[in-house]
């Protein structure tokens, strides 16, 4: 089994609940059928009841009380005991309701005829009754009627559950009856340990170009025939519950000691193909997370969202299946917490601020230019360095801000040092999506204009190269930015996989050799023919070179004779507030005029 309950009682308890629980635009047509029925037959009460294991509820009801009773006083036990319609012309010559409270007091009821509202499987859940305080002949035409009344009703209820509770695609038990599940078992005092696991079988945008080539109908039939796979190649029984909670995502509840267990189900589902049409099928890329959890006293969304936690960490790292892990999970709500903090803190003083690294020309030892790299002093976590926090936000549409705040403190800071008669470029750091934003280099531009700024004053470096040469806005944007007469660094060459025919591809001025290729200049000689020969590459096409990561003499000197143009690093400066930074400045101005 599954899970404690047999899988049609939970089924069953499950229409029970959304039944009873009130809901105005169902009970609004629920009325118009029992008033139909009254005045079709000739009989002024009617109502319409739910059937739990002990009660009766009245759920709506013409000219009759709407009462709630124990089962055991209802009439319509009856029903549930004959599994059929009941018709009592008189209940004083009846013995099944001569001595009820309801016959012999209020409400006083002489005839009685209700018919069985059934659920899909055929299960009794509740009742369309007609009553009267008069005794009444009953045709074989009335009981037809009211036949006829009750299987719409039960058509209409069975829809009506169908999109609350039935994905309308696989015509599985979606995610509302899998929480209400749980909750079922929790109410039942289950403390059997539980393993709630998450099918992921199609990513959204795999299904969004499906149905854009092939239309809404394919992807809908590729659903169906995933949901019919996983049936199969799991082996589940007919007990064994199969969600669907989002499109393209599947979930099982188990018993800890089901056979069938979240790395099972991974290694079942490994290699899975479905057809999308008669002669198209398509590999699927399966992950699937898992937590465990006891039903009673759990926390149902938190025990749903600590799977979902699981599945994400899974498609992320790429593995197929990972069970749920509190330190991991910490660590992205951490991270979810930071992206919040820094969207606030572009908003006010959240202590982001700009620090400016010097770029020295290797020929005559002077600052040609500045980075402007961004840091964050965190309110509680402290200092925190930029790998900590810009990765998360270069997913987000929170790093459009963070760009433009940090062009915003550049450019004053440069207009600062004009006034001062410092007169250095100073480069910002920006990203594809940066890049794609429509108008972002006449935006630029506008901006330098505002502040007498000239654009050869402002350089651009351009992150995520592969991610630049994929996508055809990022391409004419960094086309616009160079017709403006903006100085465009292509950042971390040789890091990666990056290449040389990115050179034809991105209009450039400079070319940053990464840290990871000049650290070993000074001990490596592999390293050392490496750079001198990409360096000699550049030169003759043209580039100006800037090695990054300099961090010894040796190095610096090696650079100078291989031709390389400029130099960034620690062995010449730390990156340094702008305060600090002038100070460094004129001490470079008197150290070269010794």
């Known amino acids: 089994m599954v899970i404690g309950a047999d899988n049609a009682q939970r089924k069953r308890l499950a229409v029970l609940e959304m039944l009873k629980s009130a809901d105005k635009n169902r009970d609004e047509i629920l009325q118009k059928f029992i008033r139909l029925a009254s005045e079709l037959l000739g009989i002024p009460r009617s109502f319409i009841s739910i059937l739990d294991d002990e009660r009766q509820y009245i759920r709506v009801s013409h000219n009759f009380p709407q009462i709630e009773t124990s089962l055991n006083d209802a009439f319509c036990r009856h029903i549930l005991a004959a599994d059929e319609m009941v018709v009592c012309c008189d209940t004083l010559n009846d013995d099944r309701f001569c001595r009820s409270p309801f016959t012999l007091g ?18 009794v859940v509740g009742t369309f009754c007609l009553t009267d305080t008069q005794p009444h ?4 035409e009335n009981i037809e009627t009211l036949e006829l009344l009750a299987g719409l009703v039960t058509g209409y209820l069975q829809a009506w559950y169908k999109t609350g509770y039935i994905d309308v695609v696989t015509m599985l038990p ?36 499906m149905a854009r ?5 394919a992807v809908e039939a590729l659903l169906r025939d995933i949901a019919m796979l996983l049936r199969l190649r799991l082996r589940l029984k007919q007990e064994d519950v199969l969600y669907t909670v989002a499109t393209g995502r599947f979930a099982l509840l188990l018993t800890e000691n089901h056979p069938l267990s979240g790395s099972s189900i991974s290694c079942k589902l490994e290699g899975i193909r479905a057809q999308i049409t008669y002669d198209i099928a398509v590999s699927l890329d399966v992950f699937s997370g898992m937590v465990r959890f006891t039903p009673v006293g759990c926390d149902i969304s938190e025990t749903l969202r600590q799977a979902v936690s699981a599945l994400h960490e899974a498609i992320s790292t790429k593995q197929a299946f990972l069970e749920y892990n509190a330190s991991v999970d910490s660590t992205h709500s951490d991270d979810f917490l930071l992206i919040n903090d820094i969207a606030a803190a572009l908003q006010g003083d959240g202590g982001l601020y700009l620090v400016y690294q010097p ?21 509680v976590h402290g200092e925190l360095p930029p790998d900590r926090f810009i990765p998360l936000v270069e997913k987000t549409s929170v790093m459009a801000d963070l760009t433009d705040w940090v062009i915003d403190r550049a450019l004053h800071q440069l207009n600062l040092w004009k006034q001062k008669g ?11 999506s940066d890049f794609s934003r429509p108008g972002f280099a006449d935006m630029l531009e506008a901006k330098m204009l505002r502040m007498g700024l000239q654009p050869d004053e ?13 996508s055809e806005a990022a391409l ?13 660094s292509l950042d971390d060459f040789g890091a990666g996989y990056s290449n040389i025919s990115y050179l034809r591809r991105i209009p450039m001025d400079v070319i940053k050799l990464d840290r990871s290729l000049i650290k070993q200049v000074s001990s490596d000689n592999a390293s050392r023919i490496i750079a001198r020969s990409v360096i000699k590459l550049l030169k003759d096409l043209d580039y100006i070179v800037l090695a990054e990561g300099v961090e010894g003499l040796e190095t610096a000197n090696s650079l100078h004779a291989w031709g390389c143009d400029e130099a960034q690093g620690f062995y010449y400066s730390r990156p340094l507030p702008p305060a600090q930074l002038e100070g460094w400045l004129m001490w470079q101005q008197r150290d070269d005029s010794l």
């Open 213 to 217: 080539t092939l239309g809404m109908p």
């Open 137 to 140: 002949a009953f045709s074989s």
């Open 458 to 470: 402002l350089g651009i470096e351009c992150l995520e190269t592969e991610k630049v040469l994929e």
């Open 422 to 432: 410092i007169n250095i470029p100073v480069s910002v750091n920006v990203t594809v």
């Open 359 to 379: 770029k020295v020309n290797l020929q005559s030892g002077k600052t040609v230019g500045l980075e402007a790299l961004i840091r964050w002093r965190h309110p």
């Open 106 to 123: 209020e409400p006083g009821i002489r005839f009685y005829a209700g018919a069985p509202l059934r659920t899909a499987s055929g299960t």
């Open 174 to 209: 979606n995610r509302q009856r899998l929480l209400r599940d749980i909750e079922l078992l929790a109410e039942s005092d289950n403390d059997l340990p539980h393993q709630l696991v998450l099918i992921d079988c199609i990513d959204m945008p795999r299904a969004y170009e």
């Open 476 to 488: 004419n944007g960094l086309d616009m930015l160079k017709l403006r007469g903006f100085r465009i």
